[in-house]
């Protein structure tokens, strides 16, 4: 009689280490972080939670509208989303509110 032997590629679920974020959002918790997405939109909300792949939980989420004419120029003008849920695949640029600001950009033509 012969025996089979199963075998396993990788770790049992439960045995697997949580995976750590390459980005530490942890200190951003509770203040209002400004997030650029892919396709050009960008948003402003209170971060409430995120987990390892960058998936973001921000209240009090407000959408900046762009200029129909030219889609990269963003408005003054924004709309209120409330609570959104981010998936961490369109997140392209995650930074705090309060202290940053907003500079020329030295290699646009003018």
């Known amino acids: 009689m012969m025996m089979v032997q199963s075998i396993c590629f ?3 679920a439960m ?3 949580h ?3 390459v980005i530490e959002l942890e200190r951003f918790l509770n203040t209002e972080v400004r997030v650029k997405f892919a396709g050009g939109r960008e948003v402003k909300g209170r971060l409430k939670g995120h987990d390892a792949v960058a998936n973001l939980v921000l ?3 407000q959408e900046y509208l762009r200029d129909p004419d030219d ?3 963003l408005l003054d003008e924004t ?3 409330g609570l959104v849920v981010a998936r961490g695949t369109s997140v392209m640029l995650i930074c705090p509110v ?3 600001e907003e500079i020329a950009n030295p290699f646009a033509a003018e």
């Open 19 to 21: 995976s750590k974020s």
């Open 98 to 100: 309060e202290g940053t």
């Open 15 to 17: 045995s697997r280490p």
């Open 71 to 73: 889609p990269y120029k």
């Open 10 to 12: 990788g770790a049992p």
């Open 79 to 81: 709309r209120s989303l």
């Open 59 to 61: 209240d009090d989420t």
